[in-house]
Every structure is written in structure tokens, then in C-alpha cells.
């Protein structure tokens, strides 16, 4: 399947630089106040820190609470700038030019981008909407080869939020072992914590076999993307050396503020997600309803986790023109969605990002969709 990943540019600057008043684009929970951390961890916990070079592995203390979390040692660990630096240091150092790597679509675009930035050989499998998105091991064993380096699965998927069940895991495990024996498996976890109300947080795949890498942040599910703080899980310890290595020749190390700070998200983690469950599952019952009064004219995905779902106008009620109309509608209506183009998917399918937003705002913004809606589908 033929997928760009991208955005024109002017697109990209949109998405990074403006806030519209009703962003229904965002992935992650709503963001977390720096004060908000001072008041859980103390001061106390940051004047201590020494503001010098941190270790290019990242701090043994940060590395010891995301260990506890994956079931996996802290040697195990490697902290990133986000998952973005995690995937561009695997994509180089684990695979080469020629070699192969299997994308599941829709996808993360990073997660694509990084692989072709290091001269590698994407091949994308496409998943269903009408199937849930579920990993389907039997379509990613047809892509597989000798030449495989890396497959690239999330649960839950940005942008579906649907979650991998272990039983698909262990058959793609099966079916790597048996075409290329030699590759990793990269779960990227990043928004397991996203649950909705009091629903368990499912297991890590850190730990259950030795090909399987994990990423995760505290990016979404905590909302502190600013602090870019990310890890990867390895269990190859030649192979996290050489991450470090690079990661030291690239940064040399990652933020020793930001990393404490983390560290006292992390030990907050009950305090700072409990609530966050509670509004994304008050979220996801709006944005349900909202589904149920416009179910002849748009389909969605619910997701299992993450702060953001799927949803597809019909071909009933829709033309590709209608479609394309709706998309340049959104501007006017300052209202934004991301378009399922950049994810490797139909400009027929949006992410609708539902835990950004504060709940009395998020009514307002599928009203505006809604009028997006209604606009597209007059002739």
C-alpha cells in the first residue's frame, strides 16, 4: 500500500503551531500544570538536582520506576527525548539500507518515517476498519521475508485506541520465528495507562519474550508531553548499548530536570491518572452519544483505551466530494480533526481526539463538527 505518512507542510505547521478553539485533533489527555507537579512531589525533590550531564542510558532512578511498571530490569531500559528519538535510534542502529520493516496502518507517522529516514524498506499492512483495526497475524505474515528487521505494532493504535490481543501477539511472534527468526517485534505502549474509569490497565509485552521491544512516555496518558521524556525496553543488551551510544552521540543525554520531574510523575502515576480515567470515560460518553445521533451518516471505532477514536463518513451520505468539502469546511468552523491521509488511511476516516479537551468544551466542538457535517453533505 502506497502511504506518504505526511502532511503537505503548510498542513504540519497548522497541526504543531495552532490551537483551535474546538480541537477534536489532539491524542493526548489534557496537559498537566507544572504547579500541579510542585504541589504532588514537593520542591523539595528538585533542588537537589545537579543541572550537569545527565547519563546518556538516563537516570537510574527514572529507569528503576519504568522497569517496575514493564516487568522488565532497569538495565533493560533506555530513556529517550519521546518516542520519537526511541524509533529514529532503532530505526539506525538495529536496522540498515535493504533491510525490511512492516508497518501495521494506520499508524503513528513517525513510527513510518523514521524507518524510511534510515534507508530502509517499509512495507505497510494495511488493517480493516471494518474489522476494529485488529492485528491481524495471518496479513502480516504475508509481508514478512528473511529480510525483515522490525515489525512496528501500538496498543492501543494511534489513532484507533483499539488494543492487541496477546493471543495475535503470540501468532505474529510464531510467524517471525518461523520467516525471520532474527527480528524484533516493537510494541509501542504509549498509551497503555489510558484506561477509561476504574478498567484495569492491560500488561505490559515488555516482559513475555526476548524479541519484543517496548516504547512508552509520559506524554498522553499523563499529559506532559513538554517534558519529552520516553523510553524504550530491550532485552538484547548489545543492542542497548549501541541505543546509548548513539543516543550519546546524537544528545548525549536526556534532560536531568526533565527526568526528575518524571520521576515524580511516575511516583504520582495513581494521584495524576485516577482522575484523568474518570474524565476520559465522561469524554467517551459524550462523544458516544454523539455517534448515536449521527449513526446514519458516520461510523466509528469505540476505542479499548487512549484519549481518542476513529470515526468514518459513510458512503451513503457522502460522496468523495462531500468528503473533500468537509475537510476545507473545518478551517471556518475553527475546529480541527486529523485526517486519516496522514495516519496511511482514507481521507474518509478522522482521529477524534476526545481527552484534551475540557468536558464543557467538548460538546461545543461536536456541535461544530456536526455543522461540518451538515455543510459537506449539502450539494
Not at 490551537?19 to 489534557?30: D, I, K, M
Not at 518515517?113 to 491481524?136: C, E, H, K, N, W
Not at 476526545?354 to 449539502?378: H, I, M, V, W
Request: charged content about 20%; overall charge negative.
Amino acid at each position: 500500500m502506497a502511504w506518504s505518512g505526511r502532511f503537505p507542510r503548510n498542513d504540519i505547521i497548522s497541526l504543531l503551531d495552532h490551537y483551535p478553539v474546538h480541537n477534536l485533533g489532539e491524542s493526548t489527555s489534557q496537559d498537566l500544570l507544572f504547579g500541579d507537579v510542585v504541589d504532588l512531589i514537593g520542591l523539595d525533590a528538585l533542588r537537589s538536582v545537579r543541572l550537569g550531564y545527565g547519563s546518556a542510558a538516563g537516570s537510574a532512578d527514572l529507569r528503576a520506576r519504568i522497569a517496575d511498571l514493564t516487568g522488565v530490569s532497569a538495565d533493560q531500559v533506555l530513556t529517550t527525548q519521546g518516542v520519537a528519538l526511541g524509533l529514529y535510534l532503532l530505526a539506525v542502529e538495529h536496522c540498515r539500507p535493504g533491510d525490511e520493516v512492516v508497518v501495521l496502518t494506520p499508524a503513528f507517522p513517525p513510527t513510518r518515517d523514521a524507518m524510511v529516514g534510515s534507508g530502509v524498506i517499509v512495507r505497510t499492512v494495511p488493517l480493516a476498519f471494518d474489522d476494529r483495526y485488529r492485528l491481524d497475524a495471518g496479513m502480516v505474515a504475508a509481508a514478512l521475508s528473511p529480510a525483515t528487521r522490525l515489525v512496528c505494532v501500538a496498543t492501543p493504535q494511534n489513532p484507533s485506541g483499539v488494543v492487541a490481543q496477546p493471543d495475535d501477539v503470540d501468532a505474529l511472534l510464531g510467524h517471525m520465528q518461523r520467516v525471520c527468526p532474527s527480528a524484533l517485534l516493537l510494541v509501542d505502549e504509549i498509551y497503555r495507562d489510558a484506561t477509561y474509569g476504574d478498567a484495569p490497565i492491560p500488561p505490559s509485552f515488555a516482559a513475555i519474550d526476548p524479541r519484543i521491544v517496548t516504547s512508552g512516555s509520559i506524554s498522553k496518558a499523563h499529559g506532559a508531553p513538554g517534558l519529552r521524556c520516553g523510553w524504550l525496553t530491550l532485552h538484547d543488551p548489545e543492542l542497548r548499548d549501541r541505543l546509548i551510544v548513539a543516543k550519546m552521540n546524537i544528545v548525549l543525554s536526556g534532560s536531568v530536570l526533565d527526568e526528575a520531574v518524571a520521576v515524580g510523575i511516575l511516583e504520582a502515576r495513581d494521584r495524576i491518572l485516577q482522575p484523568r480515567r474518570e474524565l476520559l470515560k465522561q469524554a467517551l460518553a459524550i462523544v458516544e452519544a454523539w455517534q448515536d445521533e449521527q449513526h446514519e451518516r458516520v461510523d466509528w471505532i469505540r476505542p479499548d483505551g487512549g484519549a481518542m477514536c476513529c470515526i468514518r463518513l459513510s458512503r451513503d451520505a457522502f460522496s468523495d466530494e462531500a468528503v473533500q468539502r468537509f475537510w476545507t469546511t473545518l478551517p471556518g468552523l475553527d475546529l480541527q480533526l486529523g485526517n486519516g491521509e496522514w495516519f496511511g488511511e482514507s481521507h474518509r476516516i478522522a482521529r477524534l481526539g476526545f481527552g484534551y479537551l475540557p468536558l464543557e468544551r467538548l460538546t461545543p466542538a461536536l456541535e461544530q463538527l456536526t455543522a461540518g457535517l451538515d455543510t459537506a453533505s449539502r450539494p
